[in-house]
């Protein structure tokens, strides 16, 4: 059987090795947060944002943020149907409540029609999750959000390299949160990190972030409010300065990757791959196939060719909706139909032409109704 081709891999260098190294080898006592610090640089430098803290996680970042907002019981937050958990678990451990609204059915985020209908005077937040590097529809989103007095959170975590109205995912909310996992076009391992243009939430956050210890503080060892442990380490932010810096090669990759894939996979007229509208540049973090509904297609097929061709392809994500822990929403029908004729696709960076061919051959295999 030939080699077994990954849905994603990280693309690690003799430079992040290089940092990282350094990272554990000195990197301590009062190099300490060293890397940390420039990373954290780095990152809003690329963004175009005022502040950033490194944090541990993007469901970190969030839940931080939100606590800063302090959403909690009694509050609701809108956000799209079709999501991974980590966008909903932060809201859940605030003690509020979801409200999951359907998508729309070309870019597969948050439809604005849906959040201005799902507003009550509960509402208290707005989550638009850039689905794939796919970009939401941020100026309807801000609009309302503006017009309602309710603040937009950007969940870009898998959005780096997309750009909306030249600007990059992340910088319009009143924060944005990303994801350094180690699937992401930027990784640290495990990682995320907070960002936003406010000074006020911006302190916030950061005395959170740090047990309740506010940087002002002259007591040692003296937490204000009690906080959070969602730090990043010194070592992975090394790996991420390597990453920042050859952050333009790897989203130019993802994108050469997507644009192959949509140049091997034109003879298809019933399947679609992710939408760019006009004013947007999508980060192709994931590229993902939609069958149309006339087609047949089904997850379940599709899942079958894939591992008897040895290749990885994952599942479009589930309706949150449809988790035990939450109550059904089936009037969010894309939400709901989508996922059953979908798959994401291999794409990590050094995906050879050769694979990438044997990843389209697959769908020569597939009968279609």
Not at 186 to 207: H, I, P, Q, R
């Amino acid at each position: 059987m030939s080699q077994r081709i990954y849905y994603t891999k990280p693309s690690i260098t003799d430079l992040e090795v290089e940092y990282a190294t350094d990272a554990a080898r000195n990197g301590w006592g009062e190099r300490c947060y060293e890397y940390i610090n420039k990373f954290e640089e780095l990152f809003k430098a690329h963004l175009g944002v005022k502040y950033a803290i490194a944090t541990s996680s993007c469901t970190g970042a969030l839940h931080m943020g939100m606590a800063a907002l302090d959403i909690g019981p009694g509050d609701e937050v809108i956000l799209a149907d079709t999501n991974w958990v980590a966008t909903v678990s932060p809201v859940e451990h605030l003690g509020a409540t979801p409200v999951f609204v359907d998508i729309l059915p070309d870019t597969w985020c948050l439809d604005p029609e849906q959040v201005e209908s799902a507003i009550t005077p509960h509402t208290k937040a707005i989550i638009a999750v850039h689905l794939y590097g796919n970009l939401c529809d941020m100026d309807r989103l801000l609009e309302i959000g503006k017009r309602h007095g309710i603040p937009v959170i950007e969940d870009a975590a898998e959005a780096i390299g997309s750009e909306y109205q030249g600007k990059r995912a992340g910088s319009m909310g009143i924060f944005g949160s990303f994801s350094f996992h180690g699937t992401k076009t930027l990784t640290t391992g495990e990682g995320g990190m907070f960002v936003t243009n406010s000074a006020e939430l911006y302190e916030k956050v950061l005395t959170l972030s740090n047990h309740g210890r506010a940087r002002g503080q002259t007591k040692q060892f003296w937490p204000d409010v009690v906080g959070f442990k969602y730090k990043m380490s010194n070592i992975q932010a090394a790996i991420g300065c390597a990453q920042v810096e050859r952050i333009a090669d790897l989203i130019q990759r993802k994108r050469e990757i997507m644009s192959l894939y949509r140049e091997r996979l034109s003879a298809y007229p019933d399947i679609e791959l992710n939408a760019q509208h006009e004013g947007t540049v999508i980060g192709a973090w994931m590229p993902t196939v939609v069958f149309a509904q006339q087609t047949g297609m089904t997850r379940e097929r599709l899942q079958t060719a894939f591992q008897a061709a040895n290749i990885d392809a994952r599942v479009f994500f589930h309706p949150l909706s449809s988790l035990p822990m939450f109550k059904a929403r089936l009037e969010n029908v894309h939400a709901y139909s989508i996922p059953l004729r979908a798959i994401n696709l291999p794409s990590y960076h050094d995906l050879t032409i050769a694979e990438l061919d044997r990843v389209c051959s697959v769908f020569s295999t597939l009968e279609i109704v």
